[in-house]
C-alpha cells in the first residue's frame, strides 16, 4: 500500500503496522485538506514501525502526530484527555498574555479546524471513534466550552 504523506524504511510491515499506517493516512488526509484550504503547508510523517514522527515545524504538525500515536492505542479516555487538555493550555497561554481580537480570532480559527478534523461540522469523518458517542459528545461539549471561553 502506498501512503503518500508517510514514509518509513521498513522491510516486514505486520497487520497491525498496516492497520496503523491506514489509520494514519487517513487522519493524516483529513488535516492537510483542512490545512490546505486555511493556507498551511501539509505535514508529512515518518513510521519508525511503532510510532509516527514528523520534521515538520507548527502546531498542527506537532498535534496532529500526538494525536495519530495516541489514535493507535485506541484508548480512547488518553485520547480525550489529550484533547481536552490541550484546549486549556492554548486558554492559559491566552491567559496569560493580553487578549487582542486577532488572538481570539487566531485562537477561534485553530479550534474551527481541530473540530472538523474530529468531525464536528464537517464532513470529514474520525473514523477510530466515530461509533462512540461518548467520544462525539465529549467534543461537542468541549466545543461548547470553547465557544463559551471565545465570547467571554
Known sequence: MDHKNITHNLNAISEE??????????????????????????????FGGEEFSSNNAGFFSGYVTKDINLAITR?????????????????????AGKKSKTDLKNLEHH???LFKYYGIDSNITYPLYNTQEDFKNALLELKSS???DLRK
Open 17 to 46: 503496522q498496516k492497520s496503523d499506517l491506514k489509520l494514519a493516512e487517513t487522519l493524516l488526509e483529513n488535516i492537510n485538506s483542512l490545512r490546505d484550504s486555511a493556507g498551511y503547508p501539509k505535514t508529512v510523517l515518518y
Open 146 to 148: 470553547v465557544n463559551n
Open 75 to 95: 484508548d480512547l479516555e488518553s485520547h480525550l484527555n489529550f484533547i481536552i487538555r490541550n484546549a486549556k493550555e492554548k486558554f492559559r497561554i491566552l491567559d
Open 111 to 113: 479550534f474551527t479546524i
